[in-house]
């Protein structure tokens, strides 16, 4: 079996409604198990105190912006080399989940930074990289609005997102790439030294399987309603011209 046949709308149809479910119902239960263990069942860090615990929303948040624009790239390229409408249609429905990811990165990046850092915002490249990200997301989304022909929106919005990857990967790599900056470096690493306490690691994971799961639910969602949605206008196209 090929996986170009879930490219096809009505296989693409039939099988997410049968995974949808199972996926849904995982993303639940991971996401309020590693939430409520992390917030209300590990201990305040010695250095940072309750204030750590932003970790359980910031990571998987910001782990989620920077890899939904890495997914819309993947599927964006398919569109423009095969030009199979439900990748077109997977990346315009990742679009506002992984700008709402990148807010929430933002915002407790802000909320976790004030009482480390002593300011609620600085032009760290980390920082700045994820707000280029963020506006980026924005365009993409206002592109995708503002052409009426799906074909050519989908066309613009792939080259668009090429540009955009650029800051998905500056965003991930940033302290990587300068030394200098406050923004501290990765959570979770292949390094064991590099990771977090066991105590706060565990419950981590946890919550990131749980928030991977529920953008796997959400993109899904989209994606049929947006297969919908071209079908409807598909055939109010017809009944114009009959």
Same mark, same amino acid.
């Given at each position: 079996?090929?996986?170009?046949?879930?490219?096809?709308?009505?296989?693409?149809?039939?099988?997410?409604?049968?995974?949808?479910?199972?996926?849904?119902?995982?993303? =639940?239960? %991971?996401?309020? /198990? @590693?939430?409520?263990?992390?917030?209300?069942?590990? !201990?305040?860090?010695?250095? *940072? @105190?309750?204030?750590?615990?932003?970790?359980?929303?910031?990571?998987?948040?910001?782990?989620?912006?920077?890899?939904?624009?890495?997914?819309?790239?993947?599927?964006?390229?398919?569109?423009?080399?095969? +030009?199979?409408?439900?990748?077109?249609?997977?990346?315009?429905?990742?679009? !506002?989940?992984?700008?709402?990811?990148?807010?929430?990165?933002?915002?407790? @990046?802000?909320?976790?930074? *004030?009482?480390?850092?002593?300011?609620?915002?600085?032009?760290?490249?980390?920082?700045?990289?994820?707000?280029?990200?963020?506006?980026?997301?924005?365009?993409?989304? /206002?592109?995708?609005?503002?052409?009426?022909?799906?074909?050519?929106?989908?066309?613009?919005?792939?080259?668009?997102?090429?540009?955009?990857?650029?800051?998905?990967?500056?965003? +991930?790599?940033?302290?990587?790439?300068?030394?200098?900056? %406050?923004? *501290? @470096?990765?959570?979770?690493?292949?390094? +064991?030294?590099?990771?977090?306490?066991?105590?706060?690691?565990?419950?981590?994971?946890?919550?990131? /399987?749980?928030?991977?799961?529920?953008?796997?639910?959400? =993109?899904?969602?989209?994606?049929?309603?947006?297969?919908?949605?071209?079908?409807?206008?598909?055939?109010?196209?017809?009944?114009?011209?009959?």
């Amino acid at each position: 079996m090929s996986i170009w046949e879930y490219a096809n709308p009505k296989r693409f149809m039939q099988t997410s409604a049968a995974i949808l479910p199972w996926v849904s119902v995982a993303a =639940v239960l %991971l996401s309020v /198990a @590693g939430l409520v263990w992390g917030f209300f069942f590990t !201990p305040d860090d010695y250095r *940072q @105190g309750s204030t750590v615990k932003i970790i359980y929303l910031h990571v998987p948040a910001a782990m989620l912006a920077i890899n939904i624009w890495i997914m819309m790239l993947v599927t964006s390229l398919i569109w423009l080399v095969r +030009r199979h409408h439900v990748s077109a249609l997977a990346a315009k429905a990742a679009a !506002p989940i992984g700008m709402t990811m990148t807010l929430v990165a933002l915002v407790t @990046g802000a909320f976790w930074g *004030q009482p480390m850092w002593g300011t609620w915002w600085a032009w760290d490249p980390r920082l700045t990289s994820f707000l280029i990200l963020f506006l980026f997301y924005l365009g993409y989304i /206002a592109l995708w609005e503002a052409i009426e022909n799906p074909d050519a929106a989908a066309d613009l919005t792939s080259v668009l997102c090429l540009v955009g990857s650029v800051f998905a990967l500056l965003s +991930r790599y940033a302290v990587l790439f300068w030394n200098q900056g %406050l923004h *501290q @470096g990765a959570s979770l690493s292949m390094d +064991r030294k590099e990771n977090v306490s066991d105590v706060f690691w565990v419950p981590l994971v946890v919550t990131i /399987a749980g928030f991977v799961l529920g953008f796997v639910a959400l =993109v899904l969602l989209r994606t049929r309603t947006e297969i919908r949605s071209r079908r409807l206008r598909a055939l109010e196209a017809r009944e114009r011209m009959s």
